[in-house]
């Protein structure tokens, strides 16, 4: 079970930090990913990090203000978020894959956060 939190309403520029609690499993073989879903666009990648060695890949449009990052300890993955953008507002979702052959696809993810929203006004 995953379990998405933080979200909310910021002014651009702002920051937000979103967190996914992950439950239910050991993820020490996981993927783990961040996806977002605009109003009337797709469900799109927006980080991804695997659990195990902690390598971590973002698609370009947030580079340099995401970060993304997990906590062992707590079974948490986190997606700090700077430098908002009025085009950052979303869904975000978390999403879990055990076999992640491409990161930022979203078939190759097995569990779905319920998704939080971010609101980033201008």
């Known amino acids: 079970q995953l379990q998405a939190s933080g979200g909310g309403l910021v002014q651009a520029g702002g920051s937000l930090r979103l967190s996914c609690a992950a439950s239910?499993?050991?993820?020490?073989?996981?993927?783990m990913a961040w996806f977002r879903q605009a109003p009337g666009k797709e469900r799109e990648f927006v980080a991804a990090?695997?659990?195990?060695?902690?390598?971590?890949l973002y698609t370009n449009s947030v580079k340099g203000r995401f970060t993304i990052s997990r906590d062992t300890a707590k079974n948490t993955v986190y997606l700090p978020m700077n430098s908002l953008k009025p085009e950052d507002t979303a869904v975000y979702y978390c999403?879990?894959?055990?076999?992640?052959?491409?990161?930022?696809?979203?078939?190759?993810?097995?569990?779905w956060g319920q998704g939080t929203l971010v609101t980033v006004s201008s």
């Open positions: 999403a879990a894959g055990v076999y992640v052959a491409q990161r930022a696809v979203q078939s190759n993810y097995d569990y």
């Open positions: 239910g499993r050991t993820f020490s073989r996981y993927t």
């Open positions: 990090i695997t659990w195990s060695n902690g390598i971590t």
